[in-house]
């Protein structure tokens, strides 16, 4: 069982940064993929960006590229997105995910294990 934990949300202006971290439980994030989600109101949930087991991949959604950049520490057992030029489409409750035999996915289906998400709140 993994635990996971999202910290880091919280309401910016149009072009701010922020930095959303996703702690586990236990020291099992090695062993597993993680990925970022979110989901606006009214609006399905959507892949934001994943990074594999030890960090030598990673794949992002197109709406995010350039700006949003997914990292891992395992010794820490943390997995945090840094996300830049931040706008209106970017607000959401962002949700850590983690899958335990897939490599890397974009795929919600694919996760096992879910935080409660964070919300993060663009303004203009």
């Known amino acids: 069982q993994v635990q996971l934990v999202e910290s880091g949300g919280g309401l910016v202006q149009v072009g701010d940064s922020l930095r959303l971290s996703c702690a586990a439980s236990?020291?099992?994030?090695?062993?597993?993929?993680m990925g970022w989600f979110r989901q606006a109101p009214g609006k399905e949930r959507e892949f934001v960006a994943a990074?594999?087991?030890?960090?030598?991949?990673?794949i992002y959604a197109d709406s995010v590229k350039g700006r949003f950049t997914i990292s891992r520490d395992n010794a820490k057992n943390t997995v945090s997105l840094q996300m830049s030029s931040l706008n209106s489409e970017d607000t959401a409750v962002y949700y850590c995910?983690?899958?335990?035999?897939?490599?890397?996915?974009?795929?919600?289906?694919?996760?096992?294990?879910w935080g409660q998400g964070t919300q993060v709140t663009v303004s203009s």
């Open positions: 995910a983690a899958d335990v035999r897939s490599y890397i996915s974009a795929l919600a289906s694919t996760y096992e294990y």
């Open positions: 236990r020291p099992t994030l090695g062993r597993i993929t």
């Open positions: 990074v594999s087991r030890i960090g030598d991949s990673t």
